[in-house]
């Protein structure tokens, strides 16, 4: 597991720029406790750099429930997908445009084996906000997520890094899509990650699923006001896992 810190940079984005924050905020963590109150915790740090550098959101404030760790193989049509587990060591955290002047809100809360993501986006100075978590393993032999969420139909993404990208300073991107406001599952391809540094695509390796270091969904969409995301699960899948 890789517990790391992040960094908060001093250059300013705009643009396209805007929707890359991988290790470049102040963090949030917004956690539910058992008895169902809310508490939030920020932290700014700076990376530590090892061999390979990787800069992640920190975990080591954790202080509330998760989903209990659960793994299932299910079988559909040639289909073989395993349940991605959650941990209290590894919750989800808010990244948001803070480092950039901006003035976007986010929070996450975790509570009868869901994910709540809502918050504001005020696109004057930035533009984004983020929910990630650490992921050490658990997609290798996958080629795609999928995924049980509702949102309010705004144009939401997910995002990747491994241990190779996240040396680069590079995350991988891929839209959300969704259909209406009801529960659905959708399914997200490897392939059709794109790498971007700070919103901008570049050339870069393919994602590498056995070496993941962070997943997340991210909203960057250019509009103002506020946002609603429920996850129930993420499972990664495969048609050619036995």
């Given at each position: 597991?890789?517990?790391?810190?992040?960094?908060?940079?001093?250059?300013?984005?705009?643009?396209?720029?805007?929707?890359?924050?991988?290790?470049?905020?102040?963090?949030?963590?917004?956690?539910?406790?058992?008895?169902?109150?809310?508490?939030?915790?920020?932290?700014?740090?700076?990376?530590?750099?090892?061999?390979?550098?990787?800069?992640?959101?920190?975990?080591?404030?954790?202080?509330?429930?998760?989903?209990?760790?659960?793994?299932?193989?299910?079988?559909?049509?040639g289909q073989s997908c395993q349940r991605l587990p959650?941990?209290?060591?590894?919750?989800?955290?808010?990244?948001?445009?803070?480092?950039?002047?901006?003035?976007?809100?986010?929070?996450?809360?975790?509570?009868?084996?869901?994910?709540?993501?809502?918050?504001?986006?005020?696109?004057?100075?930035?533009?984004?906000?983020?929910?990630?978590?650490?992921?050490?393993?658990?997609?290798?032999?996958?080629?795609?997520?999928?995924?049980?969420?509702?949102?309010?139909?705004?144009?939401?993404?997910?995002?990747?890094?491994?241990?190779?990208?996240q040396a680069y300073r590079v995350t991988y991107y891929?839209?959300?899509?969704?259909?209406?406001?009801?529960?659905?599952?959708?399914?997200?391809?490897?392939?059709?990650?794109?790498?971007?540094?700070?919103?901008?695509?570049?050339?870069?390796?393919?994602?590498?699923?056995?070496?993941?270091?962070?997943?997340?969904?991210?909203?960057?969409?250019?509009?103002?006001?506020?946002?609603?995301?429920?996850?129930?699960?993420?499972?990664?899948?495969?048609?050619?896992?036995?």
């Open positions: 597991m890789f517990v790391c810190a992040v960094a908060v940079a001093t250059a300013s984005c705009s643009g396209a720029q805007q929707r890359d924050a991988v290790a470049e905020s102040s963090t949030s963590l917004v956690t539910t406790t058992s008895a169902g109150a809310v508490s939030t915790t920020t932290t700014s740090a700076s990376v530590e750099v090892a061999a390979p550098a990787v800069a992640e959101p920190s975990t080591s404030q954790a202080t509330g429930t998760t989903t209990s760790i659960t793994e299932r193989t299910n079988p559909d049509n959650e941990s209290a060591d590894q919750p989800w955290v808010i990244v948001n445009d803070g480092v950039m002047g901006g003035r976007s809100q986010g929070a996450v809360t975790t509570e009868t084996n869901q994910m709540q993501f809502t918050g504001n986006i005020v696109t004057d100075g930035g533009g984004f906000s983020s929910v990630r978590r650490l992921l050490d393993g658990g997609l290798d032999k996958s080629d795609r997520l999928q995924m049980r969420l509702r949102t309010d139909e705004r144009r939401y993404e997910i995002l990747l890094t491994d241990i190779d990208s891929a839209p959300l899509k969704t259909e209406g406001d009801g529960w659905q599952v959708i399914d997200v391809s490897f392939d059709d990650l794109e790498a971007r540094i700070f919103g901008r695509r570049v050339d870069a390796p393919p994602f590498q699923p056995q070496n993941v270091t962070t997943i997340g969904i991210i909203l960057a969409d250019g509009a103002d006001g506020e946002f609603s995301l429920e996850l129930d699960w993420i499972s990664a899948c495969s048609d050619t896992l036995s």
